[in-house]
Nanobody, 128 residues
Framework: QVQLQESGPGLVKPSQTLSLTCSVS??????????WSWIRQPPGKQLEWMGT???????SYSPSLEMRTAISRDTTKNQFFLQLSSVIPEATAKYYC????????????????????WGQGPQVTASS
């Protein structure tokens, strides 16, 4: 059983950088069997895929967020990270880390049921 746990500030001021950590247990983030993603859901809106880091460390991002998003990892701690710069109030959302098996065809921005494990998705509020 893979478990993911997000951590980080629950409040960030506009124009600042939102930083979150996802701690993983039950699987290595270096394995090629899984990919590791950040997903958010603003209040009253749909899930939005932000980006993914693969087992080999390669990253992919949502085109709409690519210029302000960075996903990195620390394989020694089995953690991966999200940084979203120049935060605006519309960044207020629940932020989830999630993982999917790399077998089969998978679209990270649409196949929500295809994610095998999710973190709890803490609320992050962007407000001064």
């Amino acid at each position: 059983q893979v478990q993911l746990q997000e951590s980080g500030p629950g409040l960030v001021k506009p124009s600042q950088t939102l930083s979150l950590t996802c701690s993983v247990s039950g699987a290595s983030i270096s394995t090629r069997d899984y990919a590791w993603s950040w997903i958010r859901q603003p209040p009253g809106k749909q899930l939005e895929w932000m980006g993914t880091v693969a087992g080999d460390g390669s990253t992919s991002y949502s085109p709409s967020l690519e210029m302000r998003t960075a996903i990195s990892r620390d394989t020694t701690k089995n953690q991966f990270f999200l940084q979203l710069s120049s935060v605006i109030p519309e960044a207020t959302a629940k932020y989830y880390c999630a993982t999917n098996s790399t077998t089969g065809i998978f679209c990270p921005s649409r196949d929500w049921e295809g994610y095998d494990f999710w973190g709890q998705g803490p609320q992050v509020t962007a407000s001064s």
